[in-house]
């Protein structure tokens, strides 16, 4: 009878991802024992500002720089441009963050910022836009092999002042304060905005007449993400191109002692 195990013959996952080879090694963003949160609701060293913004108390968490990191936009920046947006479209959301990323999540999950749907940090919870700060010193750094839509995405970064040149195998995108406000405060702020409309059109308004939320919630995300970001990105060019033409858009930074 022949004897099935030869020692010199080899698994063929030995060394590889099937095998666990290399698993603790995987660059991986974090997360705390025993908490359950999202990571971009991981919030440690951050101060409360409070602002009355048309007859609504808004909060805004800001969490502390480090490692040349910037908030570009204020706190008073973002108060001002939310006076002029309508009313309805931002109903809802009392929290905006300016958030401090962690090294890895820089390179894993790098945005400029993001729409949470149901945030938990310290006694709020609830929906809330969050911007990230930026690191100034350091340009983007774009592959020369483009899709359409981050064609388009280039395009607006170039509208909104990053400096953008070309070598033979990449884009290098250089960023300012002036140029990350820009594009933070008049594009990524409505963009999110824009997420919020569409959740509250397919999901909070049918819920409040009645319709199943878990339903709701389902086909929500069932919608296609590149569906999402057209619809987001669409509402986002309609408000940005009539503040531009009532002479609301740019304007200066608005500062005060308690400001970012």
């Not at 064609?151 to 990350?180: A, F, P, W």
């Not at 397919?202 to 993400?225: A, C, H, Q, T, W």
């Not at 304007?251 to 002692?257: A, H, L």
Request: hydrophobic share 35%; proline share 4%.
């Amino acid at each position: 009878m022949r004897n099935t195990w030869n020692p010199t013959r080899r698994n063929r996952n030995i060394g590889t991802s099937k095998a666990g080879h290399s698993e603790n090694n995987k660059l991986v963003i974090p997360s705390r024992f025993l908490e359950w949160k999202i990571f971009w609701e991981i919030i440690d060293d951050y101060k409360v500002h409070t602002r009355e913004i048309n007859g609504r108390i808004v909060k805004f968490i800001v969490e502390h720089n480090h490692r040349n990191h910037m908030h570009c936009c204020s706190v008073d920046d973002v108060a001002f441009l939310l006076t002029v947006l309508p009313v309805e479209d931002w109903e809802g959301i009392n929290l905006f963050i300016f958030r401090q990323p962690k090294r890895k999540e820089e390179i894993l999950s790098s945005v400029w910022g993001r729409l949470g749907y149901n945030v938990d940090i310290g006694s709020f919870k609830g929906p809330a836009i969050i911007l990230e700060s930026i690191d100034l010193s350091k340009p983007l750094i774009w592959k020369k092999s483009l899709n359409p839509e981050t064609v388009i995405e280039l395009e607006r970064m170039k509208q909104d002042g990053h400096k953008v040149t070309l070598n033979k195998r990449e884009y290098i995108i250089e960023i300012s304060q002036d140029s990350v406000r820009a594009t933070q405060l008049y594009r990524t702020l409505l963009h999110e905005i824009g997420h919020w409309v569409q959740w509250d059109t397919i999901v909070l308004k049918p819920s409040s007449e009645g319709f199943d939320r878990n339903e709701l919630e389902e086909n929500y995300f069932r919608i296609p993400s590149n569906e999402k970001e057209v619809f987001a990105h669409r509402y986002a060019d309609i408000i940005r191109e009539k503040l531009i033409e009532n002479n609301v858009i740019p304007f200066g930074r608005k500062d005060n002692e308690e400001n970012v």
